[in-house]
């Protein structure tokens, strides 16, 4: 019979109730948050080491440098075709930085020791020395060093080879803070007696210009003073393997390779060109009929070349295609006309 009172536990049962309330759990170490922060750590090493040894990549910044003419005018450039051959470019372009290596100033008091020149005023761009004379082209901010004037003589016809290392001998002795190298195949010749301008043969040449350009690393393209239409140095020879004039833009610059860029299509070079992305950096007229740069609204375009052009803005040498062909204004008034813009992609306009 059941007298309704609870049997006491027995023995046993309260052995084991006891021992399951004296055992303590061991406690469990966080080891999921600490295997979590050693990833973490371990991932931004890996990128820290990423970023410093990852190149960066340059924005070429667009300066108005490329969107105005040579006479600082706004191109106007609308409806632009291309006729010409397409060459074949490398696959990268090298992007250097600029310094100055030597300022004009002392260039200038270089030259002056070396030839005794004298200023002829304080104000004046001419110092001289008897026949001998340094001037300064402020309309086409280029320098003019005669070391022998361009009287008619008797010569005899010249020697482009010997012409060549000469001149090189010369610059590599008068300038030596840049390296340069000729252009023999842009060399001109004419007869000293004429203007120097007059080309003819080589075989009835008494007098020869040679075109240097400054060496970059890894490029064999010419390097051209910001919006200039020639070469950084011309050496004009007589058929007497003397340097008559040399004829140089004064900005020596050295250039270090910062980066390396694909190059744009021919086609998108034109699309730059018709957005007023492009630079006229001539325009001559046949007829008496003349038109300004920012007149020109059309032009069929029949060669492309690349060059390196500094853009002061930036102080950057990067590359540009150069074309050359016919423009024409809104009134039919045809022009020869060369136009550069740049031969890779640049960055939002800046001014």
């Known amino acids: 019979m059941t007298d309704g009172t609870q049997t006491p536990p027995q023995f046993e049962e309260l052995q084991n109730i006891r021992s399951g309330l004296n055992t303590q ?137 010997t012409s060549e290392q000469v001149a090189t001998s010369y610059l590599r002795e008068t300038f030596p803070q840049i390296q340069l190298r000729p252009l023999m195949d842009q060399a001109t010749y004419f007869v000293l007696a004429l203007e120097i301008e007059s080309n003819t043969s080589s075989d009835k040449a008494t007098g020869m210009n040679i075109p240097f350009t400054q060496v970059l690393e890894t490029e064999e393209f010419p390097v051209i003073f910001e919006k200039a239409d020639q070469p950084l140095f011309f050496v004009t020879m007589d058929g007497n393997n003397t340097v008559r004039l040399v004829t140089f833009y004064s900005q020596f610059q050295n250039y270090v390779k910062v980066d390396t860029k694909a190059p744009i299509s021919v086609e998108q070079a034109l699309d730059q060109i018709q957005n007023g992305v492009g630079s006229i950096l001539s325009a001559s007229t046949v007829e008496v009929n003349r038109v300004k740069m920012s007149d020109l609204t059309s032009a069929i375009l029949t060669a492309v070349t690349v060059e390196y052009r500094l853009d002061p803005q930036s102080s950057l040498l990067y590359p540009f295609y150069k074309f050359s062909g016919t423009a024409t204004s809104a009134n039919n008034v045809a022009a020869d006309i060369q136009v550069i813009t740049p031969a890779i992609q640049t960055g939002s306009q800046t001014r």
């Open 25 to 161: 759990h061991p406690k469990q170490r966080p080891t999921l948050l600490v295997g979590l922060i050693v990833i973490a750590v371990v991932l931004l090493v890996i990128a820290a080491i990423i970023q410093i040894y990852t190149p960066k990549t340059l924005v070429v910044p667009q300066t108005s440098f490329v969107s105005t003419n040579s006479n600082n005018t706004i191109p106007n450039l609308r409806k632009v075709s291309y006729t010409g051959p397409t060459p074949d470019f490398p696959n990268q372009f090298s992007i250097f930085s600029a310094s100055l290596v030597v300022s004009e100033t002392q260039m200038i008091q270089d030259l002056s020791a070396k030839y005794g020149l004298l200023r002829v005023n304080p104000t004046s761009n001419i110092w001289t020395n008897g026949a001998l004379s340094l001037f300064k082209d402020t309309s086409a901010n280029h320098f003019v060093l005669t070391l022998k004037d361009l009287r008619n003589e008797s010569l005899p016809i010249v020697n482009p080879t």
